[in-house]
């Protein structure tokens, strides 16, 4: 019997990137690593998830909501690009993964939802222009304020300001950002050669951060000094989401296009001035002539 | 600010030698304190005497009151007060202690990245299991927090700690997960805590760092406290070289302490 084929569900992607959300970004890294034979939906509409968030991965009649369940599922049906890893290599997948979340997704919450400028100048209008109407007005204020409670709850507290609960968390961020360049080292991929659930995760976090346009921040700013860091997600996308590179490199092309159209348009505006102070000319000579006739 | 502040007390305490009134704040152990801060206390307090460094228990009913970040266990060295496993670790590295200083910057990184593991799996876990599971919640937890206080106090302040790990566990999509899930999760980073450790003696080379007094803080704990159900404790018993590893740290750091 033919098994249904997968289906999943993940946010939109743009700046050159499949996906703009982490966990969508680490789920797609790792089905392209392993070649999961999976039907990719991408939208904006929170709707179909079951969660109102994404990714979802939908396996006959089951549906997965949580990146690690969609690992772990994954792993069982024997898709992964883990086997090749020794036992201890897969202990440190584990604790590598708590890592990222106890550390780097606080500041990357903080700095894409949290952080004034950065949500009204760039998370606020991607997600109500992805997000269709009516959802699109309050969808993008109820995702911040579970970013802020998760890292209010998780960082902050009574004891200390909101300024020192933001230095805290960039702090901590900053440090794991160098224990992750440490543990790259000059490799490829972190364990070697081959690219691992660990690598789809780092790049989860790591490409939005690289590549979105955001106002400048520390976070970015230690992040361009990890050289082997950014190698690495450059290279993946490079080699697995090569289309989504290209489609940005001729979005740029348009842009430029674009401008140059956007002149053109100027000249036939003229154009069609003329034409109008021409028909007008006709008209009145029309109306002379049937001034005549009558 | 306190990036500022973290700055002068590294620059003010390294020249400043360890005191010998330094006191470790917990709740009281036999009565009060409950599962997830009972880890954190000892696992300080293993921490403390891998360094060889002196200090004493004191026993308070608001301990959690006390501490600068509402957290037990807290230290008072001289006029600061540090609280909470990573601050003592960084406090005490800037007096010249520091159990890692020789591994290498791929070594520390994966031992930090453990001390996450723990921190974000079996921290989370045991406030799930002391708060959220309603049995244990209703039967051991609560009346151990109320147990200091006068009625109406012992029902109104677990009632409210309650919700705040509630809130906080929701935030974390921990509050969602069933029980099993909860042990799932317990049981994979017990795997790759006896992966990592195999048969040597500790985590990384024949000195035990800061990990090995975290794991055995709350490895020990989930070990020996009695709770209904008893699910951490059998998973926890499932790796023999975990628990044999917690009996060597006993020995080694526990029982020369009170000889």
């Known amino acids: 019997m033919a098994r249904d084929k997968m289906k999943l569900s993940v946010w939109r992607g743009d700046w050159g990137l499949p996906s703009v959300d982490p966990h969508c970004l680490a789920v797609l890294a790792y089905c392209k690593f392993s070649g999961v034979p999976v039907d990719v939906v991408k939208t904006g509409n929170p709707w179909s998830s079951p969660t109102g968030n994404f990714p979802v991965l939908s396996a006959g009649k089951e549906t997965y909501c949580r990146v690690s369940d969609i690992f772990t599922y994954l792993r069982k049906e024997n898709w992964g690009s883990d086997f090749e890893l020794s036992r201890k290599q897969t202990a440190d997948v584990v604790a590598f993964s708590a890592l990222l979340e106890e550390k780097l997704l606080p500041a990357l919450l903080q700095l894409w939802w949290v952080d004034d400028k950065t949500f009204v100048d760039v998370t606020r209008p991607w997600y109500a222009s992805a997000v269709p109407f009516p959802l699109s007005l309050f969808h993008p204020r109820s995702k911040q304020k579970k970013a802020e409670l998760r890292v209010l709850l998780t960082k902050g507290g009574d004891h200390i300001s909101e300024l020192e609960k933001e230095a805290k968390v960039y702090k901590e961020a900053k440090e794991c950002l160098n224990l992750l360049s440490y543990k790259l080292g000059e490799k490829p991929y972190m364990f070697g050669q081959l690219p691992s659930s660990l690598d789809a995760l780092v790049f989860g976090y790591l490409a939005p951060l690289m590549k979105a346009p955001l106002p400048s921040n520390p976070l970015q700013t230690h992040l361009a000094q990890c050289s082997n860091l950014m190698r690495m997600c450059s290279e993946i996308l490079a080699t697995f989401f090569p289309a989504d590179v290209r489609v940005s490199v001729r979005r740029a092309g348009e842009s430029q296009v674009s401008v140059r159209r956007a002149g053109e348009r100027q000249v036939s505006v003229r154009r069609a001035g003329e034409r109008f102070q021409v028909s007008v000319r006709r008209a009145g000579e029309r109306s002379s002539v049937c001034q005549e006739s009558w | ?259």
């Not at chain 2, 004493?56 to 540090?82: C, W």
């Not at chain 2, 020789?102 to 921190?119: G, K, P, Q, W």
């Not at chain 2, 926890?236 to 020995?251: M, S």
């Open chain 2, 1 to 259: 600010m306190s990036l500022v502040v973290d700055a002068v007390q590294a620059t003010i305490g390294a020249s400043e030698p360890w005191p010998d009134d330094v006191i470790l704040y917990q709740q009281y152990q036999v009565e009060q304190i409950t599962l997830p801060d009972y880890a954190q206390c000892l696992a300080v307090e293993t921490f403390l005497h891998m360094c060889g460094l002196r200090f004493r228990v004191e026993q308070r009913t608001n301990a959690e009151e006390m501490s600068p970040s509402g957290k037990v266990p807290f230290i008072q060295v001289g006029p600061y007060l540090v609280s909470e496993f990573d601050p003592v670790v960084g406090f005490v590295s800037t007096k010249g202690f520091n159990l890692s200083q020789s591994l290498s910057d791929t070594e520390r990184s994966e031992m930090r990245a453990y001390i996450s593991m723990i921190e974000n799996i079996l921290g989370n876990a045991e406030l799930y299991m002391a708060w959220l599971y309603p049995d244990i919640a209703a039967e051991v937890t609560k009346p151990r927090y109320g147990c200091c206080y006068p009625w109406p106090l012992s029902w109104i302040l677990p009632w409210r700690k309650q919700r705040e790990v509630r809130a906080r566990l929701e935030a974390n999509d921990w509050a969602s997960k069933t029980c099993e899930e909860v042990c799932g999760e317990v049981r994979t980073c017990c795997q790759a805590l006896s992966e990592r450790l195999e048969k040597k003696k500790y985590f990384f080379g024949d000195k035990p760092t800061e990990l090995d007094a975290m794991v055995f803080g709350h490895l020990y704990t989930l070990l020996t406290t009695i709770l209904p159900g008893g699910h951490f404790t059998a998973v926890v018993q499932d790796f023999d070289n975990l628990a044999q590893f917690c009996k060597r740290i006993e020995d080694s750091f526990f029982k020369l302490a009170f000889d």
